[in-house]
């Protein structure tokens, strides 16, 4: 039924498959930012926690009986690190991106969305009328402050940002920050790549803005990236989060998330605390190696290689599958133009960091 679809797919160098890869092959293509998906220690210490609960499994709903005393540990203590006033676990990051985009921009409001938003924000779109939602260019703080000004509707204003861009490894700028308190616009920041990985204490962006949180600002994080687990969370001002609570579809009609995840991201969490010294470091290390090899500078985890050429890319991959490296070949609609995305995860050999960039270097150089 849907063989030309899937055969123009196939010519345009853009078919996508799951694969097993092989476990021997050294991951640089995972968002598992700081390794903690393979520590054993935090595994045992959420298992050993669940074992002391009643019941293995959320069973219902948040709204039902199914929030249980690990979602509210988790939620204070994101809390109590990153200044917020209360919080909400959710199952996924693209479900939490449902829930704020649709349930907070009411009938007279206006959304203003950076263009590169992950796809879950810009599916949410799609839920609101067209006039209830203006692009912004990536990034661009100008095109931002102009397009509020020439706004007309009488609503609230929402802005929608990322901390870090997943495909891009760029940072929001701060000028976004200030037009929000400006305007007062609340302010949507989609913190799954940045939290864990910058900030003076790894919480994310405003931890390295140093920006004390205030009514206007949400901040949204996922579990499946440096905290090595799964679900999201949600934090905000105690009205926000009771308004999610009673308005968004997603929260309200979900399985709450699961228990061991939350309990794992808990173990996370406090072990990013706790250790954060030893993490930055490694970070910083990893990143002047990127910069003295392959002359990106970056703040975040994520390297793009420009490419632009999907058949080049995958042959690119193959390439380094070959001499033992996994990294990310993206393509299209993901992407623009096809890069290769690497992770300087900090668990890596620095050794193997160094042979994978300069194979990159070469390999780039020849395309």
């Known amino acids: 039924m849907y063989f030309k679809e899937l055969e123009s797919i196939k010519k345009s160098n853009r078919f996508r498959t799951r694969d097993l890869f092989d476990e021997n092959l050294i991951d640089l293509a995972s968002n598992d930012y700081l390794g903690l998906s393979t520590n054993k220690n935090l595994f045992q210490k959420a298992y050993e926690n669940i074992l002391n609960q009643n019941?293995?499994?959320?069973?219902?709903?948040?709204?039902?009986?199914?929030?249980?005393?690990?979602?509210?540990?988790?939620?204070?203590?994101?809390?109590?690190?990153?200044?917020?006033?209360?919080?909400?676990?959710?199952?996924?990051?693209?479900?939490?991106?449902i829930s704020m985009i649709e349930a907070l921009v009411r009938k007279n409001d206006t959304l203003f969305i950076d263009e590169e938003y992950h796809a879950s924000g810009i599916l949410a779109t799609k839920l609101?009328?067209?006039?209830?939602?203006?692009?912004?260019?990536?990034?661009?703080?100008?095109?931002?402050?102009?397009?509020?000004?020439?706004?007309?509707?009488?609503?609230?204003?929402?802005?929608?940002?990322?901390?870090?861009?997943?495909?891009?490894?760029?940072?929001?700028?701060?000028?976004?920050?200030?037009?929000?308190?400006?305007?007062?616009?609340?302010?949507?920041?989609?913190?799954?790549?940045?939290?864990?990985?910058?900030?003076?204490?790894?919480?994310?962006?405003?931890?390295?803005?140093?920006?004390?949180?205030?009514?206007?600002?949400?901040?949204?994080?996922t579990l499946g990236k440096a905290y090595g687990s799964y679900g999201a969370y949600i934090l905000a001002s105690k009205e926000i989060i009771e308004f999610l609570t009673n308005r968004a579809k997603p929260i309200?009609?979900?399985?709450?998330?699961?228990?061991?995840d939350t309990a794992l991201a808990l173990e996370s969490l406090n072990y990013i605390i706790d250790n954060k010294k030893d993490l930055k470091e490694q970070i910083e290390k990893n990143l002047n190696i990127i910069y003295e090899i392959l002359g990106i500078k970056s703040q975040s985890l994520i390297i793009p290689i420009d490419v632009g050429d999907n058949k080049k890319v995958k042959e690119i991959q193959e390439i380094l599958k070959q001499k033992g490296f996994l990294v990310g070949a993206i393509r299209q609609p993901t992407v623009k133009s096809a890069i290769i995305r690497l992770i300087a995860k900090i668990d890596i050999d620095t050794n193997n960091l160094i042979s994978v960039c300069n194979l990159l270097k070469d390999l780039n150089a020849n395309k």
Do not use: W
């Not at 948040?62 to 209360?86: P, R, S, T, W």
């Not at 706004?151 to 204003?157: A, E, P, Q």
């Not at 309200?252 to 061991?260: K, R």
């Open 252 to 260: 309200i009609y979900s399985t709450a998330p699961s228990l061991f």
């Open 55 to 97: 019941f293995h499994s959320p069973r219902a709903s948040m709204l039902v009986n199914g929030y249980n005393q690990i979602h509210k540990n988790f939620e204070d203590k994101l809390c109590e690190v990153n200044k917020f006033e209360a919080g909400i676990t959710v199952g996924s990051g693209f479900l939490a991106n």
């Open 128 to 221: 609101l009328k067209p006039e209830q939602v203006i692009i912004f260019k990536h990034n661009d703080y100008e095109d931002l402050e102009k397009k509020i000004l020439e706004n007309k509707r009488v609503g609230r204003k929402i802005i929608a940002i990322e901390g870090v861009y997943s495909m891009g490894g760029d940072i929001a700028p701060i000028e976004i920050f200030k037009i929000a308190d400006t305007y007062k616009s609340i302010l949507i920041v989609d913190e799954a790549h940045s939290s864990g990985v910058i900030g003076k204490n790894l919480l994310g962006i405003f931890d390295y803005y140093e920006i004390k949180p205030n009514k206007y600002h949400i901040k949204m994080g």
